[in-house]
């Protein structure tokens, strides 16, 4: 007796396809834009809890700063580059239909005798409104966007950025401040280091700075020495020299509870030789907490590899290998003046906080913990 066919069995299985993800509502999209000494980098992002999720970024080296400590002026191949670069942000933009977004500029445009001049062109041929920030917003922008960072554990604070042109620098007290209020507590400091009376506990900037040396404009400084490790330690030296009288590094403090968070192309790239990334992975490097002892082997291994070997390093890339002895001339200098042998790697920075500080002052984010 021939078997009995089954139901259904010359039915074939329909296939399941996911349905395509809804493109978000251009009304909850914000941006951040930030055009440094040596970079243009974008975020298109929408809040999500007490963070945001990003929806479309954008990163290109376009050396703006070029040529700037001889001339004091922004170089026409430079600024040709640079605003290549932002009609590509334009676009990405319009497709999102973004409407609420920050665009600054840093470092490079607060310095040059045409830096304005030039934003008035980017307006003109991108339709881009950019505003030139500050030093003391750039460092508060640096700042709010390590909170999700901080330990609750940490007493003293140190958040550093390493830029193109300069480097900011910002000391906080967390002592009077509950350890799980501490990262929100930073958050809070979108407002203004100078904070009004507040129900809430207040974070307490005691000191800062912004040393008008980065990664483009230390290098430019030694450009003539020719030997690799002088050249080095000079830059090392020569930043030390512009930190004196910072008040962390000019008296003793208590090593217990004090956190360096340190946030840059520099600091990354450290960490990522540090973990023998030959492709570079945020989820890895973001939050890592490297010991001075580890740093220092990194480094130690970029002077031995001389600027020949740098350049064919796939861990340090070809953007980032013209600049990477200066850079880590600011880091090893910090990392010897202060009273912590661990540093957190933040791979987050000015574009980060503006999305924060937008948001915050929007009241878009929740009140939860990070």
């Not at 280091?193 to 809430?200: E, K, L, M, N, T």
């Not at 001339?329 to 980060?352: C, F, H, K, N, Y």
């Amino acid at each position: 007796m021939a078997p009995k066919r089954p139901d259904g069995a010359r039915v074939f299985p329909q296939a399941v396809e996911s349905p395509a993800p809804a493109p978000p509502d251009p009304a909850s999209l914000y941006a951040a834009l930030d055009l440094g000494t040596n970079s243009c980098r974008m975020l298109i992002a929408q809040p999500k809890g007490s963070q945001f999720h990003v929806v479309d970024s954008f990163s290109k080296t376009v050396q703006l700063g070029h040529g700037l400590e001889n001339t004091g002026r922004l170089s026409r191949s430079s600024m040709a580059r640079t605003i290549a670069a932002l009609k590509v942000c334009r676009q990405k933009l319009q497709r999102h239909k973004v409407s609420h977004m920050r665009l600054v500029a840093t470092e490079a445009c607060r310095r040059a005798k045409n830096g304005r001049a030039f934003l008035k062109q980017v307006r003109r041929e991108t339709g881009l409104n950019l505003e030139i920030i500050e030093p003391e917003e750039e460092a508060r922008l640096a700042v709010i966007s390590c909170a999700p960072l901080v330990s609750t554990r940490t007493e003293q604070l140190l958040v550093v950025d390493i830029g193109g042109g300069s480097t900011e620098l910002v000391w906080i007290d967390l002592s009077n401040v509950p350890g799980r209020e501490r990262p929100r507590a930073i958050m809070r400091l979108h407002a203004g280091f100078r904070q009004a009376p507040s129900p809430f506990p207040v974070a307490k900037v005691v000191d800062w700075i912004s040393v008008p040396l980065g990664v483009a404009t230390l290098r430019d400084q030694f450009r003539d020495v020719d030997d690799d490790a002088a050249r080095f330690a000079l830059m090392s030296w020569f930043f030390e020299e512009n930190l004196a009288g910072f008040a962390p590094s000019a008296e003793e403090q208590a090593r217990e509870g004090f956190q360096i968070v340190g946030t840059s192309g520099t600091v990354t790239t450290v960490a990522a030789s540090h973990l023998g990334l030959r492709r570079y992975d945020r989820t890895k490097v973001d939050g890592l907490r490297m010991t001075s002892d580890q740093i220092d082997a990194v480094i130690r291994d970029y002077l031995s590899l001389g600027p020949e070997g740098r350049r064919k390093d796939p861990r340090i890339g070809r953007d980032r290998q013209a600049l990477i002895m200066s850079g880590s001339a600011i880091l090893q200098a910090l990392m010897r003046l202060w009273p912590t042998d661990r540093l957190s790697v933040a791979d987050r920075g000015l574009r980060e906080g503006l999305l924060y500080a937008q948001m915050s002052a929007d009241g878009v984010l929740e009140d939860a913990p990070y």
